[in-house]
């Protein structure tokens, strides 16, 4: 039996990284593993990855969910990028979270989850907005309904249903802020039977990301996943971030795992921020549920925070913690990383985070 395998990857684009792929028909059992889908090569010197001297780059699968565009038994295929020598490239995040995970972050056992905020454009302007000027403002569009108050929901519905066909650990949706804003959620479902490692939650963002910009060449919109898409008084796009350890899940020390926790990030503020986002000072401004890119804050509650708490957790002594300063257009896989080498204390002096910044 074949089947039709779209190939997944991040380019070498910045100073933030372009997805690309490309199909291939495999011959595949009914059940497939991942090691059933072969290496393949691509031309590196058009992706920003390579010199044409020197253009054979390869991907190597490592994690794949159903189609939800070709049908059952067609698959989408997250890979990662290596050279002949089967090193990871520069430009391959996700190598650097498993090395991570590798030096004493699997013992930790984490959790994430990503709140992936982006806005939706046609011909220029956002949804909803008129032509000329400014819709009303900011207040009646969060999580509302009605023709006045929300714009592209069909769209939106459409990108759940592939996410959820394809096999993805999605698990919710919203309108947010601004007038054709809108957020989804991919993480930890409360089923302990799916995946939850790190790496997987990385990989199904990405590939939700990869299922809405196919989407939006079907319905003719523009998918934006900028920091700060409309300047002025608008809310910018993030993508907050859910984490929790073994120790703050633990009932017993969970609040003292997550105050230390917290104490780690205040001291690393900077290291984050270089790897959370392009123009993330055009979000982080200390308005519009932020706090400013130049301090770090931490509050029980407060969106107004760099990190914060919710209610429920300290009221239960134990769960996890929310970093609201990864913008939408944030590498979760950088993201990942940079929160396990500092909530955890793993030396990640060896790695190259930093790579977009020190390309641009």
């Given at each position: 039996m074949k089947n039709f395998v779209e190939y997944i990857w991040l380019d070498g684009t910045v100073p933030v990284q372009q997805?690309?792929?490309?199909?291939?028909?495999?011959?595949?059992?009914?059940?497939?593993?991942?090691?059933?889908?072969?290496?393949?090569?691509?031309?590196?010197?058009?992706?920003?990855?390579?010199?044409?001297?020197?253009?054979?780059?390869?991907?190597?699968?490592?994690?794949?969910?159903?189609?939800?565009?070709?049908?059952?038994?067609?698959?989408?295929?997250?890979?990662?990028?290596?050279?002949?020598?089967?090193?990871?490239?520069?430009?391959?995040?996700?190598?650097?979270?498993?090395?991570?995970?590798?030096?004493?972050?699997?013992?930790?056992?984490?959790?994430?989850?990503?709140?992936?905020e982006y806005t939706l454009f046609r011909r220029n302007i956002p949804l909803g907005w008129p032509e000329n000027g400014y819709p009303a403002p900011q207040g009646p569009y969060y999580?509302?309904?009605?023709?006045?108050?929300?714009?592209?929901?069909?769209?939106?519905?459409?990108?759940?249903?592939?996410?959820?066909?394809?096999?993805?650990?999605?698990?919710?949706?919203?309108?947010?802020?601004?007038?054709?804003?809108?957020?989804?959620?991919?993480?930890?479902?409360?089923?302990?039977?799916?995946?939850?490692?790190?790496?997987?939650?990385?990989?199904?963002?990405?590939?939700?990301?990869?299922?809405i910009h196919r989407l939006s060449e079907v319905h003719g919109i523009h998918v934006s996943f900028e920091n700060k898409p409309c300047k002025g008084d608008w809310n910018g796009a993030g993508m907050h971030t859910n984490f929790s350890t073994q120790d703050m899940r633990n009932p017993d020390i969970g609040m003292n795992a997550i105050q230390t926790a917290i104490t780690r990030l205040a001291a690393k503020h900077e290291d984050h921020i270089r790897v959370y986002g392009f123009k993330l000072a055009e979000r982080l401004t200390g308005f519009h549920e932020t706090c400013s890119i130049d301090h770090?804050?931490?509050?029980?509650?407060?969106?107004?925070?760099?990190?914060?708490?919710?209610?429920?957790?300290?009221?239960?002594?134990?769960g996890y913690l929310e970093d609201r300063r990864p913008g939408a257009n944030a590498d979760p896989y950088r993201v990942a990383a940079r929160l396990l080498a500092t909530i955890c204390d793993i030396d990640d002096g060896s790695l190259n985070l930093e790579w977009l910044t020190e390309k641009h």
């Open positions: 997805m690309r792929s490309k199909s291939r028909y495999v011959p595949l059992p009914v059940n497939p593993q991942i090691e059933n889908f072969p290496t393949w090569n691509f031309d590196a010197s058009s992706t920003h990855q390579s010199t044409g001297g020197n253009s054979d780059y390869y991907l190597r699968p490592v994690n794949f969910v159903s189609d939800p565009f070709r049908g059952k038994g067609n698959y989408l295929v997250m890979c990662e990028v290596i050279d002949e020598n089967g090193a990871p490239h520069a430009s391959n995040a996700r190598a650097m979270a498993r090395s991570l995970l590798e030096k004493g972050g699997e013992d930790v056992q984490a959790w994430m989850g990503f709140e992936q999580c509302g309904v009605g023709t006045e108050q929300i714009h592209g929901r069909d769209f939106v519905e459409d990108h759940a249903k592939a996410c959820l066909e394809a096999g993805l650990m999605f698990y919710g949706l919203n309108a947010e802020v601004m007038p054709g804003q809108w957020e989804f959620q991919i993480g930890y479902r409360g089923d302990s039977s799916e995946d939850a490692s790190l790496l997987t939650i990385c990989d199904h963002l990405w590939i939700a990301r990869w299922i770090f804050k931490s509050g029980v509650g407060d969106r107004g925070a760099s990190v914060r708490v919710p209610h429920s957790v300290v009221k239960a002594g134990h």
